[in-house]
């Protein structure tokens, strides 16, 4: 079948990107789903930094390639084998596929799947297939999804059913940004009831962060970043206090109001700055949570004799440290008892056409999600 879909066959293009235009709508054709694969309609897909870092160049990928991962969508076809999606069902993507046979899978933790984290790397479905092209050639997938597209061809193992009474622009989300910041909350930090924390860094995956940090019932919620307007929407989401990380002693402020620094500290932007502020203003005995994705040849250095010292804790957190099959469900349901504020974060919805415009807002701070709808 011919779909529409967004395509980047240069990274690192200058901005603005409503003029430089890195994403061309094109026509592509689009194989048929086979043995564990399904086909499903794009519904709605959110503009996120990772695919932005594939744009700007910080993540290398193979390219041309279709970019866009977080989406929701409706089952249309499945391929042979596939016993648990039919037509009709409602499906939110996940961007790194389990096999469900390497040794972090069957240790329950799909986010470091091997085989799926070596067939996102190269650009391919689980399987090491592509059903994307352009005639005769052959177009990359973005981390098993390509959801800036009006149908995707994905691995059974890259979808998760969900509630038809959610609509699709929010389970969207789901796929990314609340599982990425909620689940680092819950599952990697495990944070408890009166805990101290602070969100360096607030686009959607932080205000996520912030959002699971307040329903899972700190007593103080620190919001850093360097946007004063990202700031204000911190403070409506359940923000105690906010600084701006542009003054130089932002650290020294943070321990000044706080006595000391914070238990956990959660690192959102993906920045070596954002880093530093962050193991800066965790507390002795605290821990670092870093979910963000800088370039790959960036590197953080601080205080070797401070891990023994102050006891601190240094954690990365990928996917949230989820479960998506559990975790996307039981994160859908505080939604909609309305513990989760996730409707809060998207700001605008658009177009695919203005796909371009969306990631010049987004990179430069003027949104925290962006949802193109189909």
């Not at 395509?7 to 054709?29: D, F, M």
């Amino acid at each position: 079948m011919n779909i529409k879909s967004a395509v980047l066959r240069e990274s690192g293009v200058e901005p603005p990107y409503e003029y430089s235009r890195p994403l061309k709508i094109e026509t592509l054709e689009l194989d048929p789903p086979q043995q564990g694969e399904v086909l499903i309609q794009i519904k709605a897909a959110s503009l996120c930094h990772s695919d932005l870092s594939v744009i700007n160049g910080s993540r290398p990928r193979p390219l041309p390639m279709a970019l866009g991962h977080e989406a929701a969508g409706v089952v249309v076809e499945t391929g042979e084998d596939v016993n648990d999606f039919k037509p009709g069902d409602h499906v939110v993507c996940v961007f790194v596929p389990s096999c469900g046979q390497c040794l972090p899978c069957k240790e329950g933790r799909p986010a470091l799947c091997e085989i799926g984290t070596k067939s996102n790397s190269e650009g391919t479905l689980l399987n090491g297939g592509r059903r994307l092209h352009a005639g005769e050639e052959k177009i990359y997938h973005h981390i098993g999804v390509s959801a800036f597209s009006e149908y995707a061809v994905v691995a059974e193992n890259s979808l998760v059913k969900v509630d038809k009474t959610i609509s699709f622009e929010k389970a969207a989300l789901f796929g990314c940004a609340v599982i990425t910041g909620v689940g680092a909350v819950v599952n990697t930090a495990g944070i408890k009831m009166g805990n101290t924390v602070a969100i360096v860094g607030l686009g959607g995956v932080g205000l996520s962060a912030l959002i699971g940090t307040v329903a899972a019932g700190a007593s103080r919620v620190v919001a850093v970043d360097i946007n004063e307007t990202k700031l204000a929407r911190a403070k409506e989401l359940g923000a105690t206090e906010t600084f701006n990380s542009k003054d130089e002693d932002v650290i020294e402020q943070i321990h000044k109001s706080t006595g000391g620094g914070l238990d956990y500290v959660f690192e959102t932007a993906g920045a070596v700055p954002a880093m530093e502020v962050s193991y800066g203003i965790t507390k002795r005995g605290g821990t670092t949570v870093t979910t963000g994705l800088p370039h790959p040849e960036h590197h953080f250095s601080f205080p070797y004799v401070s891990l023994t010292v102050e006891e601190k804790t240094l954690k990365g957190s990928y996917i949230g440290s989820c479960v998506p099959d559990k975790d996307i469900p039981r994160f859908i349901s505080l939604f909609k008892q309305e513990r989760l504020q996730v409707d809060q974060l998207v700001t605008e919805t658009i177009p695919l056409e203005k796909i371009n415009e969306g990631f010049d807002k987004l990179a430069k701070g003027k949104s925290s999600r962006i949802i193109i709808t189909f």
